[in-house]
């Protein structure tokens, strides 16, 4: 599969894959905690087999769509349609909207509105996994202990659910193997293998992060959802977290909706880029259009100030993050 985010329209005509295909739609969210609106009136798509960034300055509102996609928050209105199979199925998404049913499967396709469903219902049904901006692993569990927990339900079910079921049934036993054998894959493929006893919490950070990329994958998800996954990882760290993602995308097929901090690791990994300030979407596009939107640019240097970061450094960072050749020192964003 090439990912042609070049080629595409820039604010995303109908040849974008997030428009065409989206696997996840988010449409007129909002989230409001008390008087405080964290996420106001936003829709965007994302497209299936593309990584799509939500970018934003601190406190934008990023988490929070995450965690109305992933059913930790029920929004306060909206609609989040999650979709297995190609295309927009529009007829579906009307149907089991008026129905008040929360999912329709046949087959290979499915529609699954979000905002209706409990999380646990969202990863095992809808197969939309995530990791945390905080890592949250079993600290005390081994690395493959991690993995084999996050595979709990196929093998559960494989028991019969019963005590029996474990001891004596074949089929669970080769659903354990089978859960062995995903752990083992995912551990090699993030690097973790030799480090596979260790108790999760005794690894490095950068480790951690990775088995939490890799719990994730466990679960067989079709669309895979990061918060800042790079937050705390030092350069060599994060230019291998970018090679998996683009394994994760173009080798298993699997979306990635990701939260960055970095600029540097969104534009050069993401087909999509949405981004977010104060709750409100202020650019949708490839990389190309949005690292050109003076209202994106604006809002990053609205941040670093507070941060009283000097502004030359900034232009150069983002100029640098646009891929600009040249030295660009001092120069103009
Ligand atoms: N559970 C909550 N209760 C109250 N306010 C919240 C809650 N979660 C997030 N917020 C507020 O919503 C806004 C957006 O937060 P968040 O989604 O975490 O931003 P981001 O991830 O972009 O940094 C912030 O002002 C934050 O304080
Ligand atoms: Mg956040």
């Known amino acids: 599969m090439v990912a042609a ?9 109908a040849s974008a894959r997030w428009e065409s295909d989206p696997i996840l739609s988010v449409e007129h969210l909002t989230m409001r905690f008390g008087g405080l609106v964290a996420v106001g009136d936003l ?58 049913l929360r999912w329709k ?33 079993f600290g ?12 709990h339900n196929p093998l559960v079910v494989a028991s019969g659910f019963t005590v029996g079921g474990i001891f004596g049934l074949p089929s669970y036993r080769k659903a354990e193997q089978a859960a062995i054998e995903k752990a083992v894959y995912w551990l090699e493929r993030t690097r973790l293998i030799d480090r596979a006893d260790d108790p999760a919490a005794d690894l490095p950070y950068g480790a951690q992060r990775r088995l939490e990329i890799a719990r994730a994958m466990c679960t067989d998800p079709q669309l895979l959802c990061l918060d800042e996954p790079a937050a705390g990882l030092n350069p060599r760290e994060s230019a291998e977290l970018n090679e998996l993602l683009k394994f994760i995308r173009d080798e298993h097929g699997t979306s990635v909706l990701l939260i960055e901090h970095d600029m540097g690791v969104v534009m050069e990994i993401s087909d999509h880029i949405v981004v977010l300030d104060y709750g409100v979407k202020i650019s949708d596009g490839d990389a190309e259009t949005v690292r050109n939107d003076p209202n994106v640019i604006a809002a990053y240097l609205g ?28 120069g103009k964003a």
Do not use: W
């Open 140 to 151: 005390g569990m081994t690395a493959l202990e991690n993995l084999l927990v996050a595979q």
């Open 43 to 100: 829709s965007f798509n994302a497209g299936r087999g593309d990584i799509t960034a939500l970018i934003g300055p601190n406190g934008a509102g990023k988490t929070t769509v995450f965690n109305c996609v992933t059913g930790f928050y029920k929004p306060t209105e909206g609609r989040i349609v999650m979709r297995h199979g190609p295309g927009r199925q529009a007829e579906t998404v009307e149907e089991v909207t008026n129905s008040g």
């Open 303 to 330: 941040v670093e100030e507070e941060e009283e970061i000097d502004i030359p450094e900034v232009l150069e960072d983002v100029s640098a993050a646009a891929g600009k050749a040249g030295t660009g020192k001092g």
């Open 105 to 137: 499967k046949e087959g290979d396709k499915g529609i699954f509105l979000l905002e209706r469903m409990p999380d646990h219902e969202i990863a095992h049904r809808a197969k939309v996994a995530r990791t945390f901006q905080n890592i949250r692993l």
């Open 5 to 13: 985010a070049g080629k595409e329209a820039p604010t995303g005509g």
